[in-house]
DNA sequence: GCCAACGTTGGC
DNA sequence: GCCAACGTTGGC
């Protein structure tokens, strides 16, 4: 269960590229690819036990209905280095890193669940637990956010177990 | 330190 | 595909 000082994020990926399905089958994966400062700081953040909400985002609306909430995974491991900053086979290279300076960090995620019905961006406009969410915030593009425990619970009543 | 130019994100 | 909003870069 969730002890005393869990914290809650939401990550953003895109599923063309990595999604929830592919996150049910490798069961874990080092959360990779960040470079924005915000979104690194939160990442170090995480620590093993917090709950993560994932989210498909860059979804056309001629895509799978949208943008959306897809599903649940939780934190295993804090983050580390972000082997693709050295990597200069990889998109994420990064050639101002070392690995005696790292700039970027990644966590390990495992799959939760996925929800059975997608969680739409469009239908949470209007949601009184979520209207400071920063999801939601035009131009918002953090890429990894801190959820509150409030925001959080609503997503979790969207999952099959609650 | 300012800010224009640029590249990227991501909803629509 | 469009484009507004954003973050970063680099000249000054």
Known sequence: MMEGGTQFWLVKTEPSVYSIYDLKREATTSWDGVRNYQARNFLRA???????????????????????????????????????????????????????APRWWSPTLRFVECFETPLYRSALFGVKELEHCELLRKGSRLSVLPLTSSEFIYFLKFTSNS
């Open 46 to 100: 995480m620590k093993t036990g917090d709950r993560v909400v994932i989210y498909h985002s860059s979804v056309g609306p001629k895509g799978s209905g949208g943008p959306h909430v897809a599903g649940m995974a939780s934190v295993i491991t804090q983050a580390v280095p972000d082997e693709t900053q050295f990597d200069s086979n990889s998109s994420g290279f990064d050639p101002k890193c070392s690995r005696e």
